[in-house]
């Protein structure tokens, strides 16, 4: 199982490029690196089941989330890709996706994000992470997020499935995002839900999770 994360949240301008990299060092290289370790055994006895922790994230971009997102598309890239290759030597792979969850990971988090200088980003984009983004992602969390115990939960599920899936999401209200932005290939769908949730709905999409 393959569970190590950091998070990042934030204007682009203002993250580094070497905290950057740290991310994705974790994120995915760290999944990289024990998936290098463990397949050639697992091949060898014609034998294995790899579960790796992903995110709704590594499905869809969400606003303000632009790193840790990449790193989540590339371990759903990687695996995907390799997935293939895996069942010729009866390895399974599995990507298990929660939503919001709620943490410490997330708790710490956004207390930095509260902290942080936005003096390397425009006045317009300071204001809508700090009053917008963040305001509503703590709604969503006390909504929607999930306990640790939960996710424990679905991820025993799936270890312990007869024929383990290759993706399960962990919580049903984000399986309408995934299927939006399937339904239209050009991406102006899901895109323009996003946008009107965040810069004209976000009043009522927060009195609604509340």
Do not use: W
């Not at 709704?56 to 890709?81: H, P, R, T, W």
């Amino acid at each position: 199982v393959s569970n190590a994360g950091v998070g990042m949240a934030g204007p682009l301008e203002c993250q580094s490029l070497a905290a950057m990299q740290s991310l994705m060092d974790t994120n995915f290289f760290g999944l990289v690196r024990l998936v290098k370790e463990v397949l050639p055994d697992m091949k060898r006895r014609r034998g294995g089941h790899i579960v790796v922790i992903s995110s709704i994230m590594g499905l869809q971009g969400i606003v303000f989330n632009d790193i840790y997102s990449a790193s989540k598309f590339a371990v759903e890239g990687f695996c995907e890709s390799l997935v293939v290759q895996a069942l010729r030597f009866n390895v399974a792979i599995s990507l298990v996706e929660p939503g919001p969850v709620m943490t410490e990971f997330e708790t710490k988090l956004y207390k930095e994000a509260e902290r942080a200088d936005y003096s390397r980003t425009d006045p317009e984009t300071a204001e809508i992470f700090t009053k917008v983004y963040l305001r509503s992602s703590k709604d969503v969390f006390t909504s929607l997020g999930q306990t640790p115990e939960d996710i424990a939960e679905h991820t025993l599920r799936v270890i312990e499935a007869a024929r383990p899936p290759f993706r399960h999401q962990t919580n049903v209200a984000y399986t309408p995002m995934a299927a939006l932005k399937h339904a239209d290939p050009s991406g102006a769908l899901i895109t323009d839900a996003f946008y009107k949730l965040v810069f004209k709905y976000d009043t009522v999409l927060r009195f609604s999770l509340r």
